[in-house]
């Protein structure tokens, strides 16, 4: 059902004279960490525009993290209730209670409550395995040490990629003369039974979010006045 809308997905961006990123074999994250990297070392701060709990691990000074499906900028708090750590140790936590849906096998057994637990007791994943054998629970201790391996491959594959090789850099998405305030990229259109709609007064309504929020915004789904966009490429404007 997917691929089938690839092509209408890439024709809308071109009928809305939107710049557009895609890269493949990378995911749209990891597209997101890497312009993130860029913006931050021209000096700027980052607003990324996702309710994908993926991201929160790039959450840090001059970093936010805007959720729009709530309707309101993502807190360390939120971070801390989520997870049960600060926004540092994210990929460690993930690491461990794995995630199904994106394929990471993570630790049988081990949740993000049991998960946080650990990572707060010891600091890192690492620190954790290397100090795995003073667990007192036998079944904890047994599982973490036959599945290290799980737990390291896990980190890898949560960690985001910060440095894809994208061949568009950031300076030639801010110089297309776009409206303002600056960039917003995000993860394209769904359509619905494979096309793109285009309802009345929808790219305003995505403008006043950008004013909103403000700044140079990165994101992989919009909310707005008629429901959730959110897909598997980029397009942006």
Known sequence: DLAPQFEYIRKSVVAFNLPSVDLPNYEADDLIATYAE???????????????????????????????????????????????????????????????????????????????????????????????????????????IENKDKAIISKKLVTLMKNTPVERKIEEILGLGLPAPAAFICESIQGVGGHVPV??????????????????????????GFGRVGAPYWWAF
């Open 38 to 144: 860029q913006i931050l070392a021209k000096g700027a701060k980052v607003t990324i525009v996702s309710s994908d709990k993926d991201l929160m691990q790039l959450y840090r000074k001059d970093v936010r993290i805007f959720d729009p499906m709530k309707n309101k900028f993502i807190t360390s708090e939120d971070i801390m209730t989520k997870f049960g750590v600060g926004p540092e140790k994210v990929i460690d936590v993930q690491s461990l209670a794995g995630d199904s849906s994106d394929n990471v096998p993570g630790v049988p057994g081990i949740g993000v409550k049991t998960a946080a637990e650990l990572i707060n007791k010891y600091g890192t994943l690492e620190k954790l395995l290397d100090n795995a054998q003073e667990i007192k629970q036998n079944k904890r201790r047994e599982t973490l």
């Open 199 to 224: 309802p009345k007064g929808y790219l305003p309504k995505v403008y006043d979010m950008i004013r909103k929020i403000g700044g140079v915004c990165i994101a992989d789904e919009v909310q707005s």
